[in-house]
């Protein structure tokens, strides 16, 4: 029996060894090893043998299983590894094909610069107010120094809604309710949508823009260089310088216009800058130290001795434009894709 | 306003500004933008005049001369010319060899014909001295040759345009510039005013009765002038400011507002009524034909100036044309008085005459320089119209003596204007004497006493009131650049009562969301055409009254409008096969009104601005891919965007509700079957869905839109709030177990009351119901829909038995029997 089971144990390992695919491996496993395999029938026969044989016999099928077993096991491992080869080989993508790509969106030009200056400013520690777009004569001019009949209303191109109700032309009517509402200190930030009646590449009937107001004791006109030139370097750049020239707007005494070094040309202006045509310098924004009148108009009392403040007020889209290049302000308002796709 | 160089030259010295650029840098630097700089010789750069010394034809051409030409020195020069109206011993301008003219053409040596030319006679439409011309210009023999056309010409000037602030009406003349200027470097003005007149006589008596509104009035009658043309020196200088010469007698009026600021006017003396002339106010409904020879009808609210008979002047705005001076005139009346700017300002704007006159007054004139204006006005009214002054007259209100004229002193601390402009008080350029110079340079008194100063501006000065005006007129001797730059310190006490930040937070977390959902962020203007909403069945109540154009006159009800134009705009520049993706939204107030749209008070308006978050949507699913990947969104993906919307808001009690179902019927921009009405607890809060086909066909759509419009302060209410924090909630460790059902139902069952059925009939182990499958068809009965259901089981505490699950199934399926007649499909 020894024989018998030596040659089945001898021919199955060869037969595992000449094997090529996993299936007939399989086959070679049950003909084997499965209930009614070559090698069960063997030790089927094991009952008559005798009984000191038996042991030896039992011994030598256990030991014949496991070479079989492990044969087995070591050729399926070398087997699959091929298999697999050859699958690797056959599967391919052209992955040059389209993607499946979702739609991206963005956040309008406006939406992103206020976003920027808001937190630049905020760093600061101006908190934020917003207030409506439809707004009183009174708020709009009057409480911030414009009375009727001023030529100063000649500045702004006012839309008119009713009597006595305007889109606001600014948003200083926001700074004015900000101080009606609370008592100084005031630190705040009013952005949003102004209306002005005036259309072209370089004028839209609405734009944005974002105000600051900051109100305490010995507030000084240069906190209100300082709090400028820090907003110019986060957006523009740690090289800017800014250039405060004076000027009028009758809710700021003194007031200027401020203009910060072009970005592109940097130190040495050049005449061919597409950004600052050559001067070196962009003008972005009014500013000024609050004007008394403010103060009475609000209500603050005349022992508030010392209380002053400055305000400012950027034209959102001007700054957009600038530092994303856009050159018509008409673009803005399109919702064209082609357009809002870019930022 | 414009300044000529060379005008302003007479009253300071400007030898020590390199070039006009400089000049303009100094002006800005103090206040007063520069817009543009203008050479009056741009393009007469090479230009001289010369003498034809013969005239010759040319060989080859009948049309062309060639001319021999002298520049007075030197060879003669060849000129080829085409022109005929030239003969020899004209005097010419030549263009020579480099030139480049202001038309543009460039001068270069040339063969015309055969024959060389050196240069080229000019015309007058050549140089842009007329619009047209015939012929060559041919220039008086007395001209001088080889000298520079320009001179000539009087064009060797350049022009500053000013944009002078509405704070500064010193500063819209030559006097008032060189004021300016004169402090800035420290000079004395160059020229002196003539002495002043003596007053009294005058046959005409002047009575005031506008009381303050007109204050004081100065006459003066000339007889015996000549009227008729300006000499060459006032022509051109007024030619200069873009001015055309009318005759001597108005320009020099024109002249004396340029020189001095302050408008004058001349009236014809002998059209003067009545021996009396009046400053009164209008009587309603009275007339008056002005110079412009067009008559307005007065309201009553104008101060005119009247004869004994009738208005002859609309006070500080513009003559009357019954009064004006022409050449027949030979009595002049001259007038130099100070009007009310308010009342100037209101007449100007009601009769739609914003005039260089009314722009002075409406800013101020020096109310103290009556009497030197009017020696200077009187005087070169003599020295160029002769006559004789035959009386003056100053009249002024009440008993007004010179010092009511003073501006109101302003007391100013020693360091003040250090603190406050944020300097150190030992800065150098603010020593306490620099202060009292840079004020005295402005014609400030300044007296100094412990410690303040006491400072009176000049009459002139309107803007000058406060210790703030004085803090600029420092800062801007000193230049705005000297001031240093700080950060403000920061005080504890906090600035929250009226923040925003919660509102915006919300704001940029709708907007992120929908981002994040593949949309752009549009912006549209807050108003449009009323056409443009009748066609989405919209009306607006809020009208502008002034609208740029009908296209953007009322202020938008919604934002759709809008997001449906842009889709169209995107739509009709598209091109090629390939569907369009169309998605954007915008989160903006929109406007109503709210009972009559006046200012109630001085912060209510009438208008009701209500915040909506809207989006469009349409095309592709996916951005890119193959044609099977590219299915076009449908109803379930804008359902998507609202539900990712809510989630990321973490907006709880939202309903949607088919219009069939809704109370209020729905919204007729929508299909009616494709849409949903969606409900903030009890409140409408807007509707989603598919663009009426009926709306869509019309405005010529070129695919499906599915829009949505929802009211952002309901969503609001039942989102987080901004300050809220998600709260982390435990999830159960053991297992669930699911039940899948396949119903019948009737097709008007909807998948949520199903879900909903099972929801309330399974508790407490139920957890979850959603249908994963409907189908209607030929497998079913007609008018049957098969739905198939999973419902999920778990209990966060321990695991389920298959027992209790088996009875809570039962439940539900008993529930959807008896409820909505679901049976089980066999």
């Known amino acids: 029996m020894i024989e018998k089971l030596s040659a089945i144990g001898r021919r199955a390992l060869e037969e595992v060894q000449q094997t090529s695919s996993l299936e007939s491996l399989e086959q070679i496993r049950v003909s084997l090893l499965g209930k009614k395999g070559s090698l069960n029938e063997v030790l089927k026969g094991l009952s008559g043998v005798s009984a000191e044989e038996r042991p030896v016999m039992g011994a030598a099928a256990n030991e014949w299983k496991k070479k079989i077993e492990a044969a087995l096991e070591s050729r399926k491992v070398v087997l699959e590894k091929e298999r697999l080869e050859q699958q690797l080989q056959v599967e391919k993508l052209d992955v040059s094909a389209p993607s499946r790509l979702v739609h991206r969106g963005s956040l309008h030009l406006v939406t992103q610069t206020v976003r920027r200056m808001l937190q630049v400013f905020g760093r600061l520690g101006f908190d934020v107010t917003l207030g409506p777009e439809a707004e009183t004569d009174y708020l709009n001019f009057e409480a911030v120094n414009i009375p009727a009949d001023h030529p100063a209303r000649d500045m702004q191109d006012t839309f008119f809604l009713g009597p006595g109700v305007v889109l606001r032309t600014h948003t200083s009517g926001v700074q004015m309710r900000s101080m009606l509402a609370q008592k100084w200190p005031v630190r705040v930030l009013c952005p949003g949508a102004v209306y002005r009646c005036d259309h072209d590449a370089t004028h839209s009937p609405m734009f944005h823009q974002v105000e600051g107001l900051w109100v305490d004791r010995n507030v000084r006109m240069s906190d209100l260089k300082g709090v400028l030139e820090f907003w110019a370097r986060e957006l523009f750049g740690a090289e800017t310088r800014i250039r405060l020239r004076p000027s009028y707007f009758p809710f700021v005494e003194p007031g200027a216009e401020v203009d910060v070094s072009c970005f592109r040309c940097r130190v040495k202006a050049s005449d061919s800058c597409r950004i600052c045509k050559g001067t070196g310098w962009l003008e972005v924004l009014g500013a000024g130290m609050v004007h008394p009148k403010l103060f009475e108009m609000a209500g603050y009392s005349a022992n508030s001795d010392g209380l002053s403040g400055f305000a400012f007020g950027i034209g959102v889209e001007r700054i957009a434009m600038l530092l994303h290049e856009v050159p018509d302000l008409r673009l803005l308002f399109q919702g064209d894709v082609r357009f809002l796709s870019q930022f | 306003m414009r300044v000529s160089w060379s005008w302003l030259s007479e009253w300071v010295d400007l030898t020590c ?44 051409a009948d049309r062309l001369s060639v001319c021999s030409v002298s520049l007075g020195a030197g060879e003669p020069l060849q000129i080829v010319c085409g022109a005929q109206n030239m003969k020899a011993g004209d005097h010419v301008a030549l263009a020579q060899v480099g030139a480049s003219l202001p038309n543009g053409i460039k001068i270069g040596e040339s063969k015309i014909r055969g024959v060389s030319s050196f240069g080229m006679l000019c015309s007058e439409s050549e140089l842009k001295l007329k619009d047209e011309s015939e012929g060559i210009l041919i220039l008086s023999p007395e001209t001088p040759l080889g000298r520079p056309l320009a001179e000539i010409l009087g064009k060797n000037d350049t022009i500053l345009h000013l944009k002078v602030t509405a704070n500064r009406g010193d500063c819209l003349s030559h006097w008032g510039i060189a004021r300016e200027v004169a402090a800035a470097l420290g000079q004395k003005l160059k020229k002196t005013m003539p002495p002043l007149l003596k007053e009294g006589g005058g046959p005409v008596a002047i009575h005031l009765e506008a009381g303050d509104l007109a204050p ?25 400011l873009g001015l055309r010469s009318v005759n001597n007698v108005v320009d020099l009026s024109n002249w004396v507002m340029w020189e001095l600021g302050h408008p004058v006017h001349a009236y014809d003396g002998d059209q003067i009524r009545g021996k009396t002339l009046t400053v009164r106010m209008a009587i309603e409904g009275e007339t008056l034909p002005l110079l412009d020879h067009k008559t307005v009808q007065l309201s009553g609210q ?10 002859i002047g609309l006070a500080g705005v513009m003559g009357g044309g019954n009064s004006e001076v022409q050449l027949s005139t030979r009595n002049l009346f001259l007038e130099c008085a100070e009007f009310s700017p308010r009342s100037v300002r209101q007449a100007a704007t009601r009769h739609q005459r914003k005039t260089d006159a009314s722009h002075r007054f409406e800013r101020g004139i020096d109310p103290a320089g009556l009497g030197k204006v009017m020696s200077c006005f009187a005087s070169e009214v003599l020295r160029v119209a002769g006559g004789k002054i035959i009386g003056s007259q100053w009249v002024k209100v009440g008993s007004r003596s010179d010092a009511e004229f003073q501006r109101p002193e302003i007391r100013l601390g020693l360091y003040e204007i250090h603190d406050f402009l944020g300097f150190s008080r030992d800065q150098v350029l603010l020593s306490l004497d620099q202060v009292e110079s840079y004020l005295e340079g402005l014609d400030c008194q300044v007296v100094r006493e412990a410690d303040q100063w006491r400072v009176r501006p000049p009459s002139y000065r309107w803007d000058l009131n406060l210790k703030e005006d004085l803090a600029e007129e420092i800062a801007r001797s000193i230049g705005y650049d000297q001031i240093p730059a700080t950060i403000p310190a920061l005080s504890s006490t906090p600035v929250l009562d009226i923040s925003s930040i919660p509102q915006l937070t919300l704001q940029d977390r709708a907007k992120d969301s929908l981002v994040r959902q593949g949309f752009y962020e549009a912006l549209n203007y807050a108003f449009t055409s009323s056409e443009s909403l009748d066609r989405l069945g919209m009306k607006s109540a ?35 096969s390939e569907s369009l993706p169309i998605r954007l939204f915008e989160l903006r107030p929109v406007f109503s009104a709210r009972g009559a749209i006046a200012a109630s008070s001085h912060t209510e308006t009438g208008v009701q601005e209500t915040w909506k978050v809207a989006w469009a949507l349409s095309g592709p699913r996916y951005a890119g891919g193959l044609r099977s990947d590219q299915e076009n969104v449908d109803f379930f993906d804008l359902k998507a965007v609202a539900e990712t919307l809510f989630s990321d808001l973490g907006t709880r009690g939202i309903r949607f509700l088919p219009f069939s179902a809704s109370r209020t019927g729905g919204n007729p921009l929508f299909h009616p079957g494709k849409s949903v009405e969606v409900l903030a607890g009890n409140a409408v809060a807007g509707h989603f869905g598919l663009l009426h086909p009926a709306i869509s066909r019309d405005l010529k759509a070129r695919a499906d839109l599915w829009v949505a419009e929802l009211d952002w302060a309901q969503l609001l209410k039942l989102s987080r709030g901004a300050s809220q924090v998600p709260i982390y909630q435990a999830w159960s460790e053991f297992p669930g177990m699911e039940r899948d059902f396949a119903l019948v139902v009737k097709t008007d069952v909807t998948v949520d009351k199903i879900c909903q059925v099972a929801l309330k009939a399974g508790k407490p182990l139920i957890k979850g119901a959603k249908v994963f499958d409907i189908y209607r068809g030929s497998q079913v009965a007609e008018g049957m829909t098969s739905i198939a259901v999973r419902v999920i089981f778990y209990d966060e505490t321990r695991s389920l ?26």
Not at chain 2, 233 to 240: C, D, I, S
Not at chain 2, 804 to 817: G, P
């Open chain 2, 17 to 60: 500004f390199k070039s006009p650029n400089e000049l303009a840098e100094l002006l800005i630097k103090r206040g007063l933008e520069v817009e543009q700089i203008e050479r009056l010789d741009q393009g007469f750069e090479n230009v001289v005049t010369a003498k034809i010394l013969e005239r010759s034809p040319h060989p080859q």
């Open chain 2, 216 to 240: 004081q009035f100065y006459g003066c009658w000339i007889e015996g002038v000549t009227v008729g043309a300006s000499p060459d020196w006032l022509v051109r200088k007024l030619e200069t």
């Open chain 2, 302 to 311: 104008e101060i005119v100036i009247a004869d004994g008979e009738r208005a």
């Open chain 2, 542 to 576: 809020v009208r502008l009254m002034n609208p740029l154009s009908e296209e953007y006159e009322w202020m938008v009800p919604s934002l759709l409008p809008g997001l449906i134009r842009n889709a169209l705009s995107n739509w009709n520049h598209h091109f090629g």
């Open chain 2, 801 to 826: 038995q298959e027992m209790e699950v088996e009875a809570a199934s039962t439940k539900i399926l008993d529930a959807w029997k008896r409820e909505i007649g679901a049976e089980l499909r066999g």
